[in-house]
């Protein structure tokens, strides 16, 4: 798809987290269908999706066009000294974080313009400082997307044991 399409977005909250699960699992799987990684699997994602929702300020949006889901962005406020930018940012940023876990589009509607339509909503209206997320350093174009967008790369982690290696790319949101 090259343009972008006229989609709805809708948003949710932890009190919604139940009613949201099996659409978030399920627009994952389509989104990582041709993944092999372990990592990637419906189960593993299903458990990300039960602990960020799980968190207080837990925000996601969801795209639909024509009612189909096309994608969605979400994450929570990270805790003061749990930020994933901790260890690489001399000196230390003030101010709080908003953790962005997911922004992902379903192959269908990619390429459009919805990646960054679910971007900007999620994160439009934060009172936090700053924003961090994390690309998988195998994915060069995703990581110089984000760099378009105002991100700067600052280290790398692997989170989990069974994880990839990604880049830890931070955006000031409020100076």
Known sequence: MTTTPDIELRFHGREDAADLRQLLIDVHADAYAESELDFDSRERFAWFVDHWSGLDGFVCVVGYDEGEPTGFAYGAPLAAGR?????????VPQGRTFGLSELLVRPKWRKGG?????????????????AVLLVDREHPKVQNLYES?????????????????YAVMVRVLRP
Do not use: C, M, N
Request: aromatic share 12%.
């Open 114 to 130: 919805i990646a960054r339509q679910l971007h900007d909503s999620l994160l439009g209206s934060r009172p936090e400082e700053l």
């Open 149 to 165: 967008w105002a991100y700067e790369k600052v280290g790398e982690q692997k989170p989990f044991d069974d994880s990839p290696t």
């Open 83 to 91: 930020e994933w930018w901790q260890g690489h940012l001399e000196p």
